[in-house]
């Protein structure tokens, strides 16, 4: 994943990070077995607040205003299925930059 570096509102994505799916072709997100009962709603009511698209799996090459927005959209994804993405690395000398890794929950701690 790439970012360019001109400056953008967060919510907004470029025609190139969006995928050709619409909102409306998408199902309600529903909470996983396995979550607690009582965070269900919560869960499913954020989730659900995301723009649709962020529920989809981040593909090579998609663009991104800004460090930040595909901060959001990988958090969004990552809530979604269940882990956390932490950002290891940025640069922005003359090109901005970072990097993500996946973090499993319940695996060991990265401190």
Same mark, same amino acid.
């Given at each position: 994943m790439s970012v360019q570096?001109?400056?953008?509102?967060?919510?907004?994505?470029?025609?190139?990070?969006?995928?050709?799916?619409?909102?409306?072709?998408? #199902?309600?997100?529903?909470?996983? #077995?396995?979550?607690?009962?009582h965070l269900v709603a919560v869960l499913e009511r954020a989730v659900n607040a995301l723009p649709p698209v962020w529920l989809l799996q981040p593909t090579t090459g998609e663009v991104f205003d800004s460090i930040e927005y595909c901060k959001y959209r990988l958090q969004g994804y990552a809530l979604a299925e269940g882990f956390d993405i932490v950002q290891t690395r940025r640069d922005t000398k003359k090109v901005p930059k970072a990097h993500f890794e996946y973090l499993k929950y319940g695996e060991s701690t990265r401190n």
């Open positions: 570096p001109t400056p953008a509102a967060l919510p907004a994505a470029t025609p190139a990070a969006t995928p050709a799916a619409t909102p409306a072709a998408l #199902p309600a997100w529903c909470a996983k #077995p396995r979550c607690p009962k």
